[in-house]
């Protein structure tokens, strides 16, 4: 069963520092990390790919970093300056390797709350 576990969220105030982790039961072939606030639709944080390329959204670069450890089938979203608006449950979505039936498997974690207070 392809499963993909989240961990690393809590409780920080602004200006700290948070890393998120997300465990593939798996081989990775790319992340993606996103995030919804309450009351607000769920976007995009940042994406790395097979290669290692990788792209933020503008709120993300220069504070945010996407990182995977192949060895480990695990994916990283290291959050350094946060703030107030960072608050929101982040989920990471992961394609895994699958089979020749079916080259990739699309899975998504149980979300990680992050909160930024004073």
């Known amino acids: 069963q392809v499963q993909l576990v989240e961990s690393g969220g809590g409780l920080v105030q602004p200006g700290g520092s948070l890393r998120l982790s997300c465990a593939a039961s798996g081989s990775i072939f790319s992340i993606t990390w996103y995030r919804q606030a309450p009351g607000k639709e769920r976007e995009l944080v940042a994406v790395i790919s097979s290669g290692g390329s990788t792209n933020y959204a503008d709120y993300a670069k220069g504070r945010f970093t996407i990182s995977r450890d192949n060895a480990k089938n695990t994916g990283y979203l290291q959050m350094n300056s946060l703030k107030l608006e960072d608050t929101a449950v982040y989920y990471c979505?992961?394609?895994?390797?699958?089979?020749?039936?079916?080259?990739?498997?699309?899975?998504w974690g149980q979300g990680t709350l992050v909160t930024v207070s004073e």
């Open positions: 979505n992961a394609k895994l390797y699958g089979d020749i039936w079916t080259p990739f498997i699309d899975a």
